[in-house]
């Protein structure tokens, strides 16, 4: 058995728990950016006009920011202001930032893509504001929202890769580590890559199939 392959195989446990942590970031991050985004999209579309340049401002400000430099930010920044909190914290919350500008703009195209003349038939009918987004508008586009949004996931798996960068022991540290230890560090890292290529192969299977089945209930409407 080669040194580099002997030195994958004894890190499997300890990658193990590093993987935990990076899934843990990943869906903090996930569900975090799935509600805060949702309802800035709602915003930008259906919200007050003076809140709606504000979201818009917000999305494209964000979005235009590296992701490594707003972890930078938010986890220096933070103390400055007066609060304390760890590197993981600070590594979800600057993740769930950039995610919710992405989950904004996905939320935005896809309420904007349902034509206007249901919402006004709907209201037409006596529908109130409530009733026309929980009946009419969002079941037609969360069907446009789920495919693009899948994809944003994997972006957040992929980002969760930097926050070792400021002391959390994802997967990435955990590799890094364990190449201090053993000097293999080309085996290693291919074993981190596939592991990354495997959960993100996965969601990128899910998101096909989601696409499949809007093209099949677009298909029949």
Request: include cysteine.
């Amino acid at each position: 058995m080669s040194p580099g392959f002997a030195a994958m195989l004894d890190a499997l446990p300890f990658l193990w728990r590093g993987l935990l942590v990076t899934l843990s970031v990943s869906a903090l991050v996930v569900v975090l950016s799935l509600v805060a985004g949702a309802v800035l999209g709602l915003m930008r579309v259906y919200g007050p006009p003076v809140l709606q340049p504000a979201v818009q401002a917000f999305s494209d400000i964000v979005r235009g920011i590296p992701v490594l430099v707003l972890i930078f930010f938010v986890f220096y920044g933070l103390p400055v202001v007066g609060l304390q909190v760890n590197s993981f914290t600070s590594a979800v919350l600057a993740l769930a930032i950039f995610s919710t500008a992405q989950v904004t703009e996905l939320a935005r195209g896809a309420l904007q893509s349902i034509h206007h003349g249901q919402n006004e038939a709907a209201k037409a009918i006596g529908l109130t504001f409530g009733q026309r987004m929980a009946s009419v508008i969002l079941p037609q586009a969360a069907r446009r929202f789920l495919p693009a949004w899948v994809n944003s996931v994997t972006d957040a798996v992929k980002g969760s890769a930097l926050v070792s960068l400021i002391g959390v022991g994802d997967l990435m540290m955990a590799i890094q580590q364990v190449i201090g230890r053993t000097y293999q560090a080309l085996p290693l890292y291919v074993l981190g890559g596939a592991i990354y290529f495997a959960i993100n192969y996965g969601l990128s299977l899910l998101s096909r199939h989601c696409e499949q089945r809007l093209s099949y209930y677009q298909a029949r409407e």
